[in-house]
């Protein structure tokens, strides 16, 4: 009996110790296979300047997120690929292993941080904004109770809509889709990023002379933060140390300036507060 508890005892010992090992393996697994391989895979969106898109012209793809990950390559001493996600497909690419981490207009919550981990230093903070008809009579997000109201799949903009506001919140597949179902009448409002539905209706002013942005606030400011697989410590760690300097070295506001983000004051707060250091 005593040599049985022993035998038990010593099993479990070697369990937890391989469990152990199992899981610091894991957490290394990802930045050393992305310094073996020589290359960052970056998950992003391509939904509209100022974050993400693609330059008619050149056909390259540009942004605020698309430089970030340039500049997180070049601080790894890796090349930088990119693969284009979606509102509806971008955790399930992260978790399965498509990219190494998102960098996809993901605000932080509390929700994705259950399944997902995050580099703890922010790149950018950023609110909803709410695009409407001009003669909608809409002033204020508390206007939209019992209305239909469009966002993108995924977005972390549809519990307040609906549970503070009493919002009717009706996701769609993307950005454009859901600004799409607006302009169609299908929703009275196309709720997201400020930056980036706030550049659309100045750079296509006469497709959009119809809408504005009324609402005095934005909607629940959040940090903009990079997300990866739980457990990857240590790619964390070097990715988090990495968005620092872009940030104490004011490459974070020069890009953001560079890309005409609308409000900078984040940036601007986060640049003298760590090169200060």
Not at 39 to 61: C, E, Y
Not at 196 to 208: F, I, K
Request: aromatic share 6%; with cysteine.
């Amino acid at each position: 009996m005593f040599a049985k508890t022993i035998t038990k005892t010593v099993f479990g010992l070697a369990l937890s110790v391989a469990t152990l090992a199992a899981t610091q393996a894991s957490a290394d697994a990802t930045l050393d296979r992305i310094k073996g391989r020589g290359k960052l895979t970056v998950g992003v969106i391509l939904s509209g300047a100022p974050f993400g898109f693609i330059d008619p012209k050149s056909q390259d793809q540009k942004g605020y997120n698309i430089d970030i990950a340039k500049a997180l390559a070049a601080d790894l001493g890796v090349e930088l690929e990119t693969v284009t996600v979606t509102p509806p497909n971008r955790v399930q690419f992260l978790q399965q292993g498509k990219v190494d981490v998102l960098i996809a207009n993901m605000q932080y919550t509390e929700e994705r941080a259950k399944v997902l981990d995050h580099v703890p230093t922010p790149y950018d903070r950023a609110g909803g904004a709410a695009v409407v008809r001009k003669d909608s009579g809409l002033k204020d997000w508390a206007d939209l109770k019992g209305k239909p109201v469009c966002i993108s799949q995924g977005s972390n903009y549809a519990q307040p809509l609906a549970e503070e506001y009493g919002a009717i919140v009706k996701g769609l597949p993307s950005q454009p889709e859901s600004l799409l179902a607006l302009q169609g009448g299908n929703c009275v409002a196309a709720v997201h990023v400020g930056a980036t539905v706030g550049l659309l209706l100045e750079d296509r002013a006469d497709e959009w002379k119809d809408y504005a942005i009324p609402f005095p606030t934005e909607l629940i400011p959040s940090d903009s933060v990079i997300w990866l697989r739980q457990g990857e410590k240590d790619t964390q760690t070097a990715l988090d140390e990495a968005v620092k300097k872009l940030h104490a070295s004011g490459k974070l506001l020069e890009l953001a300036k560079a890309n005409r983000l609308l409000n900078t004051k984040y940036l601007e707060e986060e640049n003298k507060k760590l090169s200060a250091k």
